[in-house]
């Protein structure tokens, strides 16, 4: 078992666990269950510091669900683990608000949520990826940190000029 964030990434088990956040996060709005935020929580800070090995979800999508999905396919790591660092500040902070603030304050942070975890799960459109990506174009984050995030945003800039 390796606790270290993986790269590449099989974009399947990266599906599969939108997936079930999707599923958590509705759960939650459908019935007001908010203490689900706390194994949702869990399980993105556990992704963004060591990968699957530490999320039990993360580890069932790609050690079971996802090699039944066949193939393998592979995408960055980079920008999935900075899409995982989203998702742990938006659970933490939607779990912080329902016992804080108020639950309404806490569904606002969910249904951004929802709508970021569909899209990952259902499209395979990952939100925070394209912000990765779009903070590399711009030079935020550095091209060392993703070698090939940086070829395909070098092709699409001389593509573009």
Known sequence: ?????????????????????LIMVLAVLLTSWYWVLIPV??????????????????WAAQNVIAPRLGAKRPVPGPPKRFAQGIGAIMSTSALVLAFTVSHQAADLVLVALALAAGLESILGYCLGCRIFGLLMRVGVVPEAVCEECADVSRHVRATVS
């Not at 964030?5 to 997936?19: D, I, L, M, S, T």
């Open 1 to 21: 078992m390796t606790f270290r964030f993986p790269n590449p990434v099989n974009e399947k088990a990266a599906r599969v666990v939108a997936g079930a956040v």
């Open 41 to 58: 929580a869990y399980g993105f800070w556990a992704r963004v510091a060591a990968g699957p090995a530490l999320s039990p979800l993360g």
